[in-house]
């Protein structure tokens, strides 16, 4: 399995598009394939929503607290993180249905199933992360709104925006 990583998401890339709801529904389906996964009772659905905010939209998932309050409500323990970096992850076959973690996600992208009986949300597509792959939206989104990347990736790539905005700065106070 690759490094835990986060999905970033930068709304000024975003189209709205939809491109990262339809991988993620086919990712999470049964033959893998969006041809055949059309024609699935039930149909697959996707665990991203993509909202408009303002002028922009923005993919909205699971952002896999560190603290979530998800797993701390569910009575029957079908939300689990196994420690700091890792996915939630859901077992159906535990879920209740009492909709408790949805009340307490801070972002609201905990849902129900079409059934209203079980929990949907965003697992990182942990099949995809244990083959080397990233998650189906990321790999998906053709314009950078979404990426999966490593917390060390992001350190570097923060250092590196602020080398460059230091670089810039002093070239200016040279001129």
Do not use: W
């Amino acid at each position: 399995m690759s490094p835990p990583g986060m999905l970033i998401v930068n709304v000024e890339r975003c189209i709205g598009c939809g491109r990262c709801k339809i991988e993620c529904a086919v990712a999470h389906s049964e033959s893998k394939n969006l041809a055949l996964a059309m024609h699935e009772e039930p149909r697959p659905k996707p665990r991203v929503m993509v909202e408009p905010i303002g002028q922009y939209s923005a993919p909205l998932q699971c952002r896999h607290c560190e603290d979530a309050p998800c797993v701390a409500v569910c009575p029957s323990r079908a939300l689990t993180k196994a420690g700091p970096g890792e996915p939630v992850l859901f077992e159906r076959e535990l879920c209740i249905g009492c909709k408790q973690c949805v009340m307490a996600c801070p972002f609201g992208v905990v849902t129900m199933d079409r059934d209203g009986k079980h929990v949907l949300k965003c697992d990182l597509c942990v099949s995809r992360l244990e083959l080397g792959q990233e998650p189906a939206c990321a790999a998906a989104c053709h314009t950078g709104a979404l990426t999966y990347k490593t917390a060390e990736e992001v350190a570097a790539e923060k250092r590196e925006n602020t080398l460059r905005d230091y670089l810039v700065t002093l070239r200016k106070d040279d001129a």
